[in-house]
Nanobody, 125 residues
Framework: QVMLVESGGGLVQAGGSLRLSCAAS????????MGWFRQAPGKEREFVAS????????VYADTVKGRFTISRDNAKNTVSLQMNSLKPEDTAVYYC??????????????????WGKGTLVTVSS
């Protein structure tokens, strides 16, 4: 069973930065695409970024492209999301996601992933 534990959320002013981390366990981390999704109050969960098992392919939502960077460390079983130039509209619960199928290229479909419990990011104006 996959376990995903997020950390690094908090309160930050607009224009600031945060780094989210996710520790994964329960299966061979380096065989699976990993990702981040987010859900703002009253809205549906949406794709943020994903990274292939080797780290060679990264996909971003248009809303975060150029501001967020996803990375992974297969030796430490962790995936991170560096968030710069944060905006109030980035406020959401951020969820670490692990693909259900090994060696699949990154997708933006939430049903393709297992989820962590989330970490809250609040950006004040």
């Amino acid at each position: 069973q996959v376990m995903l534990v997020e950390s690094g959320g908090g309160l930050v002013q607009a224009g600031g930065s945060l780094r989210l981390s996710c520790a994964a366990s329960g299966r061979t981390f380096g065989s699976y695409t990993m990702g981040w999704f987010r859900q703002a109050p009253g809205k549906e969960r949406e794709f943020v970024a994903s990274i292939s098992w080797s780290g060679a392919t990264r996909v971003y939502a248009d809303t975060v492209k150029g501001r967020f960077t996803i990375s992974r460390d297969n030796a430490k079983n962790t995936v991170s999301l560096q968030m710069n130039s944060l905006k109030p509209e980035d406020t959401a619960v951020y969820y670490c996601a692990a693909d259900r199928i090994s060696f699949r290229m990154p997708t933006m479909t939430s049903a393709d992933y297992y989820w962590g419990k989330g970490t809250l990011v609040t950006v004040s104006s």
